[in-house]
Structures are given as structure tokens and as C-alpha cells.
């Protein structure tokens, strides 16, 4: 309690007399016991602590809200660029490798369907994007609902079989199914 009391008739400060167990007030010398003012100063030095504790308990519960926020922002940052950015650079490696790829896979699976054979690289680039960009366990969240997908029933099985094998370039990779 290191605040001076105050007088609870005019607010001015109380001194303790050195004769008595009292306060007297400088202003207008009024007496108290020292025990009952004593006994208010606690009663508001922990009034003032309440008010602090709950100053600083709502700033660090805004504290934690703005991170809230700022990861959830992150997170759609990430999702929204899921559909977009990992495709689009799909779509650019699988291009610049099409002709290639396209031989390449031919000569591995002859007797597939045509979409099998669409299937086989697109998926793998996709699931090496995936998994690249994003970790292998958002890989198996977000891939799940993908391979519900009747169209690739076939070719999932078969590109998660090779994947294993499938380090960085496609193109040595696929040469290296052929031979095996
Ligand atoms: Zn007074």
C-alpha cells in the first residue's frame, strides 16, 4: 500500500499522527482511526487491482483475437491459392513436358485408356505440387475427396503405387518406369 491515504471527507492527504493511532487530515484536520482507513486503502488498492487485472486480461484477449484473425486470414490466403496457384503450376509443368510425357507414358501403358493415360502424369505432378506446397498431411485432406471422383478411380491407385519412385522430373522418372 504505497499510496498515500487520502481523506475520505475532502480527498486531501492524511497524515499519521506519531501521538495516537490515527490519521489526521492536513486540510481539514479531521480524525480517523487507523485502522479504518487502513482497511479502505486495502479495500481500494484491490479495487485498482481488479480494474488492472481486467485492463490487462481484455488487452490480452484482443491480443489473441488479432492472431485469431490473422491465421485465418493465412489460411484462406492458402486455400484460396490452393485452387489457383498449384494448379496453374501444374498446368505450366505439364505443358512444357506434354510431348514428352505423353511418348514416354505410351510406351508404359499401352494397352490404358486414353484418360487413363491423361491421368497417370497429370495426377502425379498434381500429388508431388500438393504435397510440395502444402505438406503431406494437407496432401491426404485435400486429395481425399479428390479420389472419390469416379474418373480417376482407376489412375489414383496406380499413380500413388509409382509415386514412391517419383522424385523431381518427370521425364527421368517416367524413363525409368519404362525400363522397369
Ligand atoms: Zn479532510
Not at 492472431?67 to 489457383?84: A, H, M, P, Q, V
Not at 506446397?133 to 474418373?151: N, P
Request: charged share 40%; with cysteine.
Amino acid at each position: 500500500m504505497v499510496k498515500m491515504p487520502r481523506c475520505p471527507n475532502c480527498s486531501y492527504k492524511l497524515v499519521l499522527l506519531s501521538s495516537r493511532p490515527k490519521y489526521k487530515c492536513a486540510l481539514c484536520s479531521k480524525l480517523y482511526p487507523k485502522k479504518e482507513i487502513e482497511v479502505k486503502e486495502f479495500q481500494e488498492f484491490n479495487k485498482r487491482r481488479r480494474i488492472e487485472d481486467m485492463e490487462s486480461y481484455e488487452k490480452e484477449r484482443k491480443e489473441h483475437l488479432t492472431r485469431i484473425r490473422e491465421i485465418k486470414k493465412d489460411l484462406r490466403l492458402l486455400f484460396n491459392g490452393f485452387s489457383k496457384t498449384p494448379k496453374e503450376y501444374r498446368k505450366w509443368y505439364y505443358e512444357k513436358h506434354k510431348e514428352k510425357i505423353k511418348q514416354l507414358i505410351e510406351k508404359i501403358y499401352p494397352e490404358e485408356s486414353m484418360e487413363f493415360k491423361i491421368h497417370i502424369p497429370v495426377l502425379l505432378i498434381t500429388r508431388k505440387v500438393v504435397e510440395t506446397i502444402f505438406g503431406k498431411e494437407l496432401y491426404e485432406e485435400i486429395i481425399k475427396d479428390e479420389m472419390k471422383r469416379d474418373v480417376l478411380n482407376s489412375a489414383w491407385p496406380e499413380v500413388n503405387s509409382i509415386y514412391d519412385r517419383f522424385k523431381k522430373d518427370i521425364i527421368k522418372f517416367l524413363k525409368n518406369e519404362k525400363l522397369s
